[in-house]
């Protein structure tokens, strides 16, 4: 990929990343040194890495990101407000461990969620604890004590 090529990817993830996160975290979300990988089937943008970690996936379905845990942690380092659902002590374990995240168990939901939206879920304390896709939107979250808040992807104790 030629210098060109590579300034334009990166604009395009950058400016990718600050529509879906609604706030300008795509340059550091995105340092300059990250690995942008192609897909050779179609030559679109797949897999974002920094140091050989996977920081996101860009889903050709929608154009958005799926982050990786390590994406995550970066997201949370810099915005730890922006799209984050905490949940109560006792069910830390199992988001940690990537399962499913249920409505009754969160204490606060970021209000700029909407259903579809990647989230991270931490705890009381602020510690990441895993990310997901919200299967409600924030409101519906905590106005809902039945059902699934956040299909969790992966979690920290898998990472």
Do not use: C
């Amino acid at each position: 990929m030629s210098e060109r090529q590579r300034k334009i990817h990166l604009l395009k993830i950058r400016s990718i990343a600050n529509y879906q996160f609604e706030t300008p975290v795509g340059d550091i979300l995105f340092p300059d040194d990250v690995e942008i990988r192609i897909s050779k089937r179609t030559g679109r943008i797949r897999h974002i890495y920094h140091n050989n970690w996977l920081l996101a996936t860009l889903k050709p379905t929608d154009g958005l990101f799926s982050l990786s845990i390590h994406g995550a942690k970066r997201l949370h380092a810099l915005q730890p407000q922006v799209h984050k659902i905490i949940i109560q002590r006792d069910v830390e374990a199992f988001a940690k461990k990537g399962k499913t995240v249920f409505a009754k168990h969160v204490i606060h939901a970021d209000e700029r969620i909407r259903a579809g939206d990647e989230v991270l879920v931490t705890n009381q304390d602020d510690v990441l604890l895993a990310v997901g896709k919200a299967a409600l939107s924030g409101a519906e979250i905590l106005a809902f004590k039945r059902g699934i808040a956040v299909k969790v992807r992966q979690g920290t104790d898998e990472a």
